[in-house]
């Protein structure tokens, strides 16, 4: 059964009466710009097909209902009753009303039935599909009229103060403003955007995902920490973010700092940001051998001056170089998850073929891998 039809089923099963509507927001994979987003510096995700489902309907009181197709649960509150710093899956939800009520919006109960098919901690934003496709739903449902970037930064405001994950706004962005065929440029500071068109078929390439399966139990605390010490290195260099901190003469300024962890950590970030401008022009001007290299060169970043990889991306990009991949790099947060490998299509079958058995060779489980097409952000189904 396709996601949307579960999730009528389940809200009929929950209510006895269809739902007033069905929306759709995707999880998304970051071509290139990881963990610039807190530093108020730029992004280049694009959405996919995977997506969180939820069919919902208004109530006239101040109940909340929920039940998870995916977990079999079900989750009852009212809007009375809610608060920050929740955990459980129901969080990434009960947080939205939360979080439009803190926000000034006129909000009541809402009956809900969510599925979604993002994979869950592989890097691919399946909360901020959750978070997003519920504020889309409200925004609708109660006729808000909140505007796009505002609905995803509400969704954002979920995360961190609602569910307490310290994240930037990519996630939420790219979840709710991506559009087919396009992966979109974001300025985290003054927030312009740019849908950049990015059509790999083309050119007879394709984005392979590698999903290692390795999940990292503490990257929560990880993600805070190098979020501490990006705060500390700007504050360091006497600048509002490390967004401020220019190529030119960025040994020489970065030698200033007194640790040596605080330069690597700073030097990610600047030539990020710059990577992500690089990415921009390769793509304008149809250069794929030029964005393979700065996906690359991202990875190395990340694992040697960030040190946020582990040996099963590191893997799976090795791997993936030595068998014809013009490019390859870990997506999302870091310590497992998804690697992108952008690569000729006639290669694919045997590059995955290729990871897949330096996997079992070195004792791990096959990775899950798909194609990713750059699909459509959040919106209304039906
Ligand atoms: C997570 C966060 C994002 C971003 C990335 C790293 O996905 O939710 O805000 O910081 O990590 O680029």
């Not at 009466?17 to 280049?44: K, M, Q």
């Not at 006239?60 to 809610?82: K, N, P």
């Not at 405001?157 to 709710?176: I, K």
Request: aromatic residues 4%; glycine residues 8%; hydrophobic residues 45%.
């Amino acid at each position: 059964m396709t996601l949307d039809l579960a999730v009528h089923e389940a809200y009929r099963n929950l209510t006895g009466r269809d739902p007033d509507s069905i929306w759709r927001a995707p999880g998304r994979i970051n071509l290139i710009g990881e963990h610039t987003d807190y530093n108020d510096g730029f992004v280049l995700p694009f959405a996919l097909p995977q997506a969180a489902y939820l069919a919902a309907g208004r109530r006239e009181d101040d109940m909340i209902r929920i039940a998870s197709v995916d977990l079999g649960e079900q989750f009852e509150t009212t809007l009375a009753e809610l608060a920050p710093n929740q955990d459980g899956w129901h969080s990434y939800l009960a947080g939205v009303f939360w979080a439009l009520r803190e926000a000034g919006h006129q909000v009541g109960g809402a009956d809900l039935a969510l599925a979604s098919d993002v994979p869950i901690g592989a890097g691919l934003s399946s909360s901020a599909a959750i978070e997003c496709v519920l504020v889309e739903a409200l925004n609708d449902l109660y006729e808000l009229g909140i505007a796009p970037m505002d609905r995803a930064k509400l969704a954002r405001r979920t995360e961190n103060a609602y569910v307490g994950a310290p994240t930037g706004l990519m996630d939420q962005a790219a979840s709710t403003l991506c559009t087919e065929g396009h992966a979109l440029f974001l300025d985290c500071r003054s927030l312009e955007v740019q849908q950049v068109p990015l059509d790999l078929a083309a050119h007879g390439q394709a984005i392979l995902v590698i999903d290692t399966l390795t999940r990292h139990s503490h990257a929560d605390g990880e993600y805070a920490t190098r979020r501490a010490d990006c705060e500390r290195a700007s504050e360091l260099l006497g600048v509002p973010a490390l967004r401020d901190v220019a190529m030119e003469g960025l040994d020489d300024r970065l030698a200033g700092l007194p640790e040596e962890r605080l330069v690597r950590r700073a030097r990610h970030v600047v030539t990020e940001d710059q990577r992500v401008l690089d990415a921009c022009a390769a793509l304008r001007s149809d250069d794929l051998v030029r964005l393979g290299e700065l996906m690359t060169a991202s990875h190395a970043s990340m694992r040697d001056d960030y040190e946020i990889t582990e040996p099963s991306v590191d893997l799976a990009v090795e791997v993936a170089l030595a068998n014809g991949a013009s490019g390859a790099r870990m997506t999302g947060g870091g310590f497992g998850g998804c690697v992108l490998v952008l690569a000729d299509q006639t290669r694919l079958d045997a590059l995955a073929a290729a990871v897949t058995a330096a996997f079992v060779e070195s004792g791990r489980s096959a990775p899950a891998t798909f194609i990713a097409l750059p699909a459509a952000g959040a919106g209304r189904l039906i």
